[in-house]
């Protein structure tokens, strides 16, 4: 696959622009309905009990707040780097590289611990291949469908995201049938709500512990600022997205998750299999079960695919903002896909893979834990670039593109509960462990930054300055 040499201003090569409104849309959606919801939803029940849904409601609000500070800097700005880029327009390089590499790793996480899950769905059906075989079968496969092209991508994303917005719509209307007593199954009640230890067993300790997953379940929304350079109109189809997705990713969330508490008791939730499942085996007996099954397995395929997408594009626009090699920057002559970028990003899938064959105990919750911290440093400084961003937009343009509404208020309380979850990670010897290792990696992308990438960045702005010079 030939690839092209740098031919922008910038250093780097351009995307291709073949992203629809309805592949913009069901990116977000296929960013976040995936494992970390189907099969996660089983560690925060076990953490929070029937209270998760307070946990999910309130990673819902939080989604909303950042989201919509974020569509009104990608709309205004529309680059493939997205919030990363506007880290280091508006607070400086070394925000905007922390942001960027955290989120990469965030995201690189994710889909490995997507893989895991995808392996642990096909292992229901075929019980004697290893897991952690079906997760490096779904590394190879995935590596496959991101280096084909942008719209490939885009039209698979967009019908396997239906195949789960779909699944869950059911699952609500099946639960609520049995529940109001149109067709009554035994032992599925609103009484599951409060028996077996009450409400919130775990209190309200429980319920903050249980957030770092259910923002793991929510991370991906962001993928819409990513997708801004691709986008053939960001100006209609960013704040159409915005509207549509978090409209669906709150009911399909907030409501699931109630039926699912009320069907199953929330002690016999786990990550050995999904939930949903198991829930849907009550309602509908083994047919359905195994139907559902399959829908979760195209739930993790489709988180993967998106998690692939934006991790590269990511890598990409740093690489052309000179903190990476350049070879990251280049893409492929024939379909503009930035090749390079999406076979490191596709690499941890494999590592992934591995790392289930050595911890199969704890690998898939301590990678979604991890990778909750990673996405939720991201939104902090997509909140913290906002008004940076505005201001540099009003002076370059007069007037804003789109405009968030609420203003300051809406940017301070986004700010306020991001940090609000942080400290609530201090109560719980998981939620410790978990922000330890954010803040080692932390430490250590700071170090990477001293000691390499400032030097590349400021190399890159040079040559950008003197190309622009030329002109």
Same mark, same amino acid.
Not at 49 to 76: C, D, N, R
Not at 104 to 117: Q, T
């Given at each position: 696959?030939?690839?092209?040499?740098?031919?922008?201003?910038?250093?780097?090569?351009?995307?291709? $622009?073949?992203?629809?409104?309805?592949?913009?849309?069901? #990116?977000? /959606?296929?960013?976040?309905?995936?494992?970390?919801?189907?099969?996660?939803?089983? &560690?925060?029940?076990?953490?929070?009990?029937?209270?998760?849904?307070?946990?999910?409601?309130?990673?819902?609000?939080?989604?909303?707040?950042?989201?919509?500070?974020?569509?009104?800097?990608?709309? @205004?700005?529309?680059?493939?780097?997205?919030?990363?880029?506007?880290?280091?327009?508006?607070?400086?390089?070394?925000?905007?590289?922390?942001?960027?590499?955290?989120? =990469?790793?965030?995201?690189?996480?994710?889909?490995?611990?997507?893989?895991?899950?995808?392996?642990? *769905?096909?292992? /229901?059906?075929?019980?004697?291949?290893?897991?952690?075989?079906?997760?490096?079968? /779904?590394?190879?496969?995935?590596?496959?469908?991101?280096?084909?092209?942008?719209?490939?991508?885009?039209?698979?994303?967009? =019908?396997?995201?239906?195949?789960?917005?779909?699944?869950?719509?059911?699952?609500?209307?099946?639960?609520?049938?049995?529940?109001?007593?149109?067709?009554?199954?035994?032992?599925? &009640?609103? @009484?599951?709500?409060?028996?077996?230890?009450?409400?919130?067993?775990?209190?309200?300790?429980?319920?903050?512990?249980?957030?770092?997953?259910?923002?793991?379940?929510?991370?991906?929304?962001?993928?819409?600022?990513?997708?801004?350079?691709?986008?053939?109109?960001?100006?209609?189809?960013?704040? $159409?997205?915005?509207?549509?997705?978090?409209?669906?990713? #709150?009911?399909?969330?907030?409501?699931?998750?109630?039926? #699912?508490?009320?069907? +199953?008791?929330?002690?016999?939730?786990?990550?050995?299999?999904?939930? *949903?499942?198991?829930?849907?085996?009550?309602?509908?007996?083994?047919?359905?079960?195994?139907?559902?099954?399959?829908?979760? %397995?195209?739930?993790?395929?489709?988180?993967?695919?998106?998690?692939?997408?934006?991790?590269?594009?990511?890598?990409?626009?740093?690489?052309?903002?000179?903190?990476?090699?350049?070879?990251?920057?280049?893409? @492929? &002559?024939?379909?503009?896909?930035?090749?390079?970028?999406?076979?490191?990003?596709?690499?941890? %899938? *494999?590592?992934?893979?591995?790392?289930?064959?050595?911890?199969?105990?704890?690998?898939?919750?301590? %990678?979604?834990?991890?990778?909750?911290?990673?996405? +939720? *440093?991201?939104?902090?400084?997509?909140?913290? &670039?906002?008004?940076?961003?505005?201001?540099?937009?009003?002076?370059?343009?007069?007037?804003?593109?789109?405009?968030?509404?609420?203003?300051?208020?809406?940017?301070?309380?986004?700010?306020?509960?991001?940090?609000?979850?942080? /400290?609530?990670?201090?109560? @719980?010897?998981?939620?410790?462990?978990?922000?330890?290792?954010?803040?080692?990696?932390?430490?250590?992308?700071?170090?990477?930054?001293?000691?390499?990438?400032?030097?590349?960045?400021?190399?890159?702005?040079?040559?950008?300055?003197?190309?622009?010079?030329?002109?």
């Amino acid at each position: 696959m030939a690839v092209q040499q740098d031919t922008s201003p910038d250093g780097g090569d351009s995307l291709a $622009k073949g992203l629809q409104s309805r592949h913009v849309t069901m #990116l977000a /959606v296929g960013g976040v309905i995936g494992a970390g919801f189907f099969l996660g939803a089983g &560690s925060t029940i076990n953490t929070a009990g029937p209270a998760v849904v307070f946990s999910y409601l309130f990673g819902g609000l939080i989604t909303f707040l950042v989201m919509v500070l974020l569509t009104e800097m990608a709309v @205004s700005t529309p680059v493939a780097g997205s919030f990363q880029k506007y880290a280091e327009m508006s607070l400086g390089p070394l925000p905007g590289f922390l942001t960027g590499w955290t989120y =990469w790793l965030a995201f690189l996480i994710g889909p490995a611990s997507e893989s895991i899950a995808a392996g642990t *769905f096909l292992n /229901v059906w075929f019980p004697q291949v290893p897991i952690w075989v079906f997760a490096l079968i /779904v590394a190879a496969l995935m590596t496959i469908v991101n280096l084909v092209g942008v719209k490939f991508f885009g039209e698979l994303e967009f =019908w396997l995201s239906l195949i789960k917005v779909v699944a869950l719509a059911l699952f609500i209307i099946g639960g609520c049938v049995a529940l109001f007593g149109i067709a009554p199954v035994e032992h599925v &009640s609103f @009484s599951n709500l409060t028996s077996n230890g009450g409400f919130a067993p775990a209190g309200i300790g429980g319920v903050v512990t249980a957030m770092m997953i259910v923002m793991f379940s929510f991370g991906g929304t962001e993928a819409i600022g990513t997708a801004a350079e691709e986008s053939e109109h960001p100006e209609r189809d960013l704040p $159409k997205a915005l509207r549509s997705t978090l409209a669906r990713i #709150l009911i399909l969330f907030v409501l699931s998750i109630f039926v #699912l508490v009320c069907v +199953l008791p929330w002690q016999k939730a786990g990550v050995s299999s999904s939930p *949903f499942v198991d829930a849907t085996r009550i309602l509908a007996g083994p047919i359905a079960a195994n139907i559902m099954n399959f829908v979760v %397995l195209i739930a993790a395929l489709s988180c993967i695919d998106a998690g692939i997408y934006a991790t590269s594009r990511m890598m990409f626009s740093m690489s052309r903002d000179g903190f990476f090699p350049k070879v990251f920057a280049k893409t @492929s &002559s024939k379909t503009k896909a930035p090749v390079n970028a999406i076979l490191v990003s596709c690499l941890m %899938l *494999f590592i992934g893979a591995i790392l289930y064959y050595f911890f199969q105990d704890f690998a898939y919750t301590w %990678l979604a834990s991890v990778s909750g911290f990673g996405f +939720l *440093f991201a939104w902090l400084m997509i909140c913290l &670039s906002q008004p940076g961003m505005r201001a540099i937009a009003l002076k370059r343009d007069g007037k804003l593109a789109w405009q968030a509404p609420g203003g300051r208020p809406l940017q301070i309380a986004a700010v306020v509960l991001i940090a609000a979850i942080y /400290v609530g990670q201090l109560f @719980s010897v998981s939620g410790r462990e978990t922000l330890l290792a954010g803040i080692i990696w932390l430490l250590i992308a700071t170090g990477y930054y001293f000691a390499i990438g400032k030097k590349r960045f400021l190399a890159s702005e040079a040559e950008r300055s003197a190309i622009s010079a030329n002109k």
